[in-house]
């Protein structure tokens, strides 16, 4: 037994640009119309468990603790909540680790976790990951 190394590893653009935002605002006014037609709540992206009543009330996922995306943002300003997660990007903590990507100057290979027993990492960096793949528009913004 022993603690372990949590976390997250993702490639994304060094700037996500003008057409990416564009097709991730696209992407969420699309999961807005999806819920808002099969009245069913959102899919946990971490997950995928429906959210609650409980979560939707709170800012967690009731099964896997994830922060959940702002979701009367997306209904109600999808560009704003897109502008918020591109502001995110990437994130500036210190647990988080970044090196430009070898062979392709556009791109950063971002770092963020820690050594845990068991529980997720408690560092910004390793949340604004989380939050960022937990978006709805992660590939829209380039991020993998
Ligand atoms: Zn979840």
């Known amino acids: 037994m022993g603690a372990d190394m949590i976390g997250y590893i993702v490639v994304g653009p060094k ?3 003008p057409w990416q935002q564009k097709e991730a605002v696209r992407k ?7 819920w808002n037609a099969s009245g069913k709540p959102p899919v946990c ?3 995928f468990v429906e959210y609650s009543e409980a979560s939707l009330d709170g800012c967690q996922c009731d099964e896997c603790g994830t922060e959940m995306p702002d979701l009367e943002l997306m209904k109600t300003d999808p560009e704003r909540y897109v502008r918020e997660m591109v502001e995110r990007w990437p994130p500036d903590f210190r647990d988080v680790a970044t090196r430009d990507m070898p062979g392709n100057r556009d791109k950063v290979i971002v770092f963020a976790g820690d050594m ?3 529980d997720s990492p408690e560092g910004a960096g390793y949340a604004a990951l989380r ?3 937990n978006s709805g528009c992660a590939e ?3 991020l993998e």
């Open 15 to 17: 700037l996500i640009g």
């Open 28 to 34: 969420i006014k699309l999961l807005v119309k999806e």
């Open 45 to 47: 992206q971490t997950c």
């Open 116 to 118: 845990t027993w068991g």
């Open 131 to 133: 939050l960022l793949l």
């Open 140 to 142: 829209e913004l380039g």
